[in-house]
T-cell receptor
Framework: GENVEQHPSTLSVQEGDSAVIKCTYSDSASNYFPWYKQELGKRPQLIIDIRSNVGEKKDQRIAVTLNKTAKHFSLHITETQPEDSAVYFCAARGGSQGNLIFGKGTKLSVKP | SQTIHQWPATLVQPVGSPLSLECTVEGTSNPNLYWYRQAAGRGLQLLFYSVGIGQISSEVPQNLSASRPQDRQFILSSKKLLLSDSGFYLC???????????FGQGTRLTVV
C-alpha cells in the first residue's frame, strides 16, 4: 500500500521567511496530493492540493510542487506570519483505491 | 451543501468497556468515508476506509472495527477498549475520485 514520508517533523522560522515542507510517496499510481493545516485542538483543513497532471500550483503565499518521476512533492509558504503556525500534513491518494494516506506532520512555528 | 457530523466530542471510557463512535454525512451520496486516529497530537493514522455500503478496508490490525450500515453512516466500534486506544478520532468524507477529504470535529477518547 501507499506510504508517505514527511520532513521535517518540526520547523521554526522567523516571521517573513519562507518555509518548505517535503514529502515522498511510494505508490506510483497515486494521483492526488493534498496539504492540510491543523491548528491546535481543531480538525485538519485543506489549504492546497495538486493532481498528477500538474507540476506546480500556487495560491497567494502558498505553493505546491510535484515531481512524479521522483515521487515527491513539497509545500512552500512565503512571507510567513505567526498565524501560519500549525501542524501541516501532506497526503497521497493511490490510483483506483479510496484510501488517503497522510504523512506524520510538520509542526511549523513562526516567530514574530 | 455537504456537512459531516461526528459525536461525541469527548469521551472517557474505562479499560475493557465497549466503544461506538458515529459519523454521518449530509448533502452527498456514495461518499468515500474514513476513520483516522491521531495520537499525541501529531500523525493521522488511517484506520478504516469505505467506498460503499458494507465495503470496509482495514489499514491497521487492532481491536477496532468499522461498519457502514447506510450510505452516509460510518461507525467505529470496539468490544473491549485498551489504554492504547486513547487518542483523537477523526471521521472524514470525500467524493469518489481525486477530491479533498473533509473532516468531522473529532472525538477525543481517553481510556482510563
Amino acid at each position: 500500500g501507499e506510504n508517505v514520508e514527511q520532513h521535517p517533523s518540526t520547523l521554526s522560522v522567523q516571521e517573513g521567511d519562507s518555509a518548505v515542507i517535503k514529502c515522498t510517496y511510494s505508490d506510483s499510481a497515486s494521483n492526488y496530493f493534498p496539504w492540510y493545516k491543523q491548528e491546535l485542538g481543531k480538525r485538519p483543513q485543506l489549504i492546497i492540493d495538486i493532481r498528477s497532471n500538474v507540476g506546480e500550483k500556487k495560491d497567494q503565499r502558498i505553493a505546491v510542487t510535484l515531481n512524479k518521476t521522483a515521487k515527491h512533492f513539497s509545500l512552500h509558504i512565503t512571507e510567513t506570519q505567526p498565524e501560519d503556525s500549525a501542524v501541516y500534513f501532506c497526503a497521497a491518494r493511490g490510483g483506483s483505491q479510496g484510501n488517503l494516506i497522510f504523512g506524520k506532520g510538520t509542526k511549523l512555528s513562526v516567530k514574530p | 451543501s455537504q456537512t459531516i457530523h461526528q459525536w461525541p466530542a469527548t469521551l472517557v471510557q474505562p479499560v475493557g468497556s465497549p466503544l461506538s463512535l458515529e459519523c454521518t454525512v449530509e448533502g452527498t451520496s456514495n461518499p468515500n468515508l474514513y476513520w483516522y486516529r491521531q495520537a499525541a497530537g501529531r500523525g493521522l493514522q488511517l484506520l478504516f476506509y469505505s467506498v460503499g455500503i458494507g465495503q470496509i478496508s482495514s489499514e491497521v490490525p487492532q481491536n477496532l472495527s468499522a461498519s457502514r450500515p447506510q450510505d452516509r453512516q460510518f461507525i467505529l466500534s470496539s468490544k473491549k477498549l485498551l489504554l492504547s486506544d486513547s487518542g483523537f478520532y477523526l471521521c472524514a468524507w470525500s467524493q469518489q475520485g481525486d477530491t479533498e477529504a473533509f473532516f468531522g470535529q473529532g472525538t477525543r477518547l481517553t481510556v482510563v
